[in-house]
Nanobody, 122 residues
Framework: VQLQASGGGLVQAGGSLRLSCAAS????????MGWIRQAPGKEREAVAT????????DYADSVKGRFTISRDNAKMTVYLQMNSLKPEDTAVYYC????????????????WGQGTQVTVSS
């Protein structure tokens, strides 16, 4: 599976962005998908995951109520709608496929996208 993330950019605090992650490969539908972010000087943080069918999602407390993860298996794409953005959301956001357990990714992801920069100005 190859993952191509897009949709990052510069936005003011309170604004919105939608990240997309297009996958290639015949087995997209079997993978749990997620978004992991990394800010300079900080540890990686998984912000959202979605199961194979899209029926179950999980969010980090830091983004709960503001971010929404979704997937379209027919289009082999996963999305992250980010609303009410805050300066602390500034990070490189990575789309990941596979892995397991909780947001801690106790089983690491099988695949990583290249990352897309999100910058939120105050």
């Amino acid at each position: 599976v190859q993952l191509q993330a897009s949709g990052g950019g510069l936005v003011q605090a309170g604004g919105s962005l939608r990240l997309s992650c297009a996958a290639s490969g015949p087995t997209f539908n079997i993978y749990r998908m997620g978004w992991i972010r990394q800010a300079p000087g900080k540890e990686r943080e998984a912000v959202a995951t979605i199961n194979r069918s899209g029926s179950s999602t999980d969010y980090a407390d830091s983004v709960k109520g503001r971010f929404t993860i979704s997937r379209d298996n027919a289009k082999m794409t996963v999305y992250l709608q980010m609303n009410s953005l805050k300066p602390e959301d500034t990070a490189v956001y990575y789309c990941v496929a596979g892995g397991g357990y909780g947001l801690g990714y106790e089983i690491p992801p099988n695949y990583w996208g290249q990352g897309t920069q999100v910058t939120v100005s105050s």
